[in-house]
């Protein structure tokens, strides 16, 4: 069966620093892989999304870039951060018929 | 404004009653799914309505489309605690990405 891995699960970090967000895909090949955020009590805004190793589609221009160096690894990077950066950040995959699976999300928090 | 708005924002009530949550969208699609979401975690599928279909049912969760009036609505019978949530409509237009709405928060009081 399919499984997606994300980490950290919580995660504080300096103004300024860099963000490294890793998410891992399991028991499929050549899914399509999704960076969402979310706003404390919102929806989800689309961050990225990719269709293949080194394809990314930006969605929202912004602080923040994305890479997929393998086939079921997907990154959401900074190479620094800002306050508005803050947010639940939910990495995805997409099944049969658009169906989409979600990681168990990182809480970021910049200070 | 988002593909899919999600209506009310907020819904308290007590176990045992009737949860209904609605969903208007503005262009069209090949299905409106519905997930559900716990605080602090990932999202996850509930179910999925496809453009042709006018009402669906999973265990205690039933949804119905009208696309002549591009909404939805999930209902939640015989509600528990446990279904205390948020729950997101998405609409899938043929885009690579979904369209999430806004949420409804649920609070199932015990």
């Known amino acids: 069966s399919q499984t997606i891995h994300q980490w950290p699960a919580t995660l504080v970090q300096p103004v300024g620093s860099p963000l490294s967000l890793e998410c891992t895909v399991e028991?499929?090949?050549?899914?399509?892989l999704y960076w969402y955020r979310q706003a404390a009590g919102r929806g989800l805004q689309l961050l990225f999304y990719s269709v293949g190793i080194g394809q990314i589609s930006s969605e929202v221009p912004q602080n923040l870039s994305a890479s997929r160096p393998q086939d079921r690894q997907f990154i959401l990077s900074s190479k620094k951060l800002l306050l508005s950066d803050s947010g639940f950040y939910l990495c995805?995959?997409?099944?049969?018929?658009?169906?989409?699976?979600f990681g168990a999300g990182t809480r970021l928090s910049v200070l | 404004s988002q593909q899919g708005e999600e209506d009310p924002q907020a819904l308290s009530i007590q176990e045992g009653e009737n949860a209904t949550m609605n969903c208007s969208y503005k262009?069209?699609?090949?299905?409106l799914q519905w997930y559900r979401q716990n605080s602090g975690r990932g999202l996850v599928h509930l179910i999925l309505i496809r453009s042709n279909e006018r009402e669906k049912h999973s265990g205690r969760l039933r949804v119905t489309l009208d696309t002549s009036k591009k909404s939805s609505s999930l209902l939640i019978t015989a509600s528990r605690a446990a279904d205390t949530a948020s729950y997101f409509c998405a609409t899938d237009t043929g885009r690579r990405a979904l369209t999430f709405g806004s949420g409804t928060r649920l609070q199932v009081q015990p």
């Open positions: 028991g499929t090949s050549n899914p399509n």
């Open positions: 262009t069209s699609i090949n299905n």
């Open positions: 995805a995959w997409t099944g049969i018929q658009n169906i989409q699976y």
